[in-house]
């Protein structure tokens, strides 16, 4: 089945650095790629998803890369605020009748003041 | 409109004992997924309906766990008898229409302990 690699686990910068989490899958056949943000006692939230007709996805701050040859994509967060600190999942969509997500292990960003 | 809602947000039981969560999925959506987190690991697709049908339970762990929307509206996840590893954070989630055309909107979740 669907393996999803994630990294780093944690992340701690400055406000206004940017910050870069990676994912790498392993089915070839995925085309559906979101990225979801859990604040504390909350449930993770959709913030951008990217399709694999696409290379790159952009709203606001945030971003999202796909390499469908290498089975890679990356969120990249710019001008980081303290309210970006969350964990946040990459996931992959498997094709078939189900539409489940399979996810990494997530990433817990801190943004210092 | 109203979000996922989950109940109870919190459940702490003894091992052997029963537990039953429940979720509300957004109105209108025929859609409903349940996802578990063990704790620091992925998280995790237990099943997922369409209506009141279980369109793919494959990642339900074991026969301990038993899930039901019964009328297509709110469901439920049992578990009996509870075990150890069975801790973790159960999250329901709903969706519109199928595909990946439709996002998913996950509620936030009932964190279970079992002692």
């Known amino acids: 089945g669907e393996n999803v690699e994630q990294h780093p686990s944690t992340l701690s910068v400055q406000e206004g650095d940017s910050a870069v989490i990676k994912c790498t899958y392993s089915?070839?056949?995925?085309?559906?790629f979101p990225w979801y943000k859990q604040e504390l006692g909350k449930g993770p939230q959709l913030i951008i998803d990217i399709r694999s007709n696409v290379g790159e996805k952009k709203d606001q701050r945030i971003a999202v890369t796909l390499n469908k040859t290498a089975k890679h994509f990356s969120l990249h967060i710019t001008e980081t605020q303290p309210e970006d600190s969350a964990v946040y999942f990459c996931a992959v969509g498997l094709q078939g009748g189900s539409e489940k997500l399979v996810f990494g292990k997530g990433m817990k960003l801190t943004v210092n003041p | 409109e109203a979000g996922v809602t989950q109940f109870p947000s919190h459940s702490v039981i003894e091992k052997g004992q029963t537990v039953t969560l429940r979720c509300d999925p957004i109105s209108g959506h025929d859609n409903l997924y349940w996802y578990r987190r063990v704790m620091g690991k992925e998280i995790k697709f237990l099943l997922h309906f369409v209506k009141e049908s279980k369109q793919d339970e494959s990642g339900m762990p074991n026969n301990r766990f038993l899930a039901e929307r019964t009328g297509g509206t709110y469901s439920t996840l049992k578990v009996q008898p509870a075990e150890l590893e069975d801790s973790g954070v159960y999250f329901c989630?709903?969706?519109?229409?199928?595909?990946?055309?439709?996002?998913?909107?996950f509620g936030n979740g009932t964190r279970l302990t079992v002692t």
């Open positions: 089915d070839s056949a995925s085309n559906y």
């Open positions: 989630a709903s969706s519109r229409n199928r595909g990946n055309n439709s996002p998913l909107h």
